[in-house]
């Protein structure tokens, strides 16, 4: 039997979360993005003519959610990496109050 099995699991199980969560927003700012291009199209072929400048706005916000994405996924994989070796290591941490406000001023910072 694997020691800590319950832990690892469930630490395997938040990564993948994590992981398809990034999938989305990756897919979610694809679409986006060529949903930016296929309106540019259908709009030059209906007006025949050179359209208007559109707002980049779903291009932009296409790339920023495949960037967004891949960010998580680099995250995530570091929190998977650190928290497996915590949980295999023998050294048992103690979290003070102390430690915890240092965590929450670091996140909101």
Do not use: C, H
Not at 52 to 63: C, D, F, H
Not at 65 to 93: D, N
């Amino acid at each position: 039997m694997i020691t800590r099995y319950t832990d690892l699991a469930a630490n395997e199980r938040t990564y993948l979360a994590w992981m398809r969560t990034a999938l989305a927003l990756i897919a979610f700012g694809f679409l986006l993005e060529r949903f930016d291009i296929l309106v540019r199209y259908f709009a030059t072929s209906v007006v025949q003519e050179k359209v208007p400048t559109i707002s980049p706005l779903g291009r932009e916000a296409g790339i920023i959610l495949t960037m967004l994405g891949l960010v998580i996924m680099v995250i995530s994989t570091i929190r998977f990496t650190v928290t497996t070796k915590r949980i295999r290591s023998e050294i048992q941490e103690v979290y003070s109050f102390k430690s915890v406000l240092l965590y929450i001023s670091r996140f909101l910072l």
